[in-house]
């Protein structure tokens, strides 16, 4: 079936045990950005939107996505699967620094970062909230 597009995700119509739903946010910088820090900085607030609406909507994911568009619009994305749902924000930013961490040293400078959580599964959202309550 073909996804239909909603506020800030995609969901996946087909029917499945395992629901398909992307979150992601994006920041184009009105400068090229080389240093790390400053780049970490960037994807705070869309980390925190991201996060924000997973604590909204009740839901975790296990893969972390980040999106990099170079200075001269080459894109990239790396990502990582974690074994079970992202437990807080913070495991959330870590996992997003270290992908980040993981491009340095850059060749060129960077215009656009993106970050995205997917994985969404309704075990698993299940799971993370029994263990909450632990």
Known sequence: MVPRKQAGHMTCTRPQAKRQIL???RASSTHDLTEFEVMLA??????????RHCEDKGTRSRTVTLKVKFADFELISRSRTLAGAIGSQREFKAVSAELLRALFPLKKA????GVSISGFSVREIERSEQIALL
């Open 42 to 51: 960037e994807l705070g607030p869309l980390i925190d939107k991201v996060w």
């Open 110 to 113: 960077v215009r656009l970062l």
């Open 23 to 25: 979150l992601a946010m």
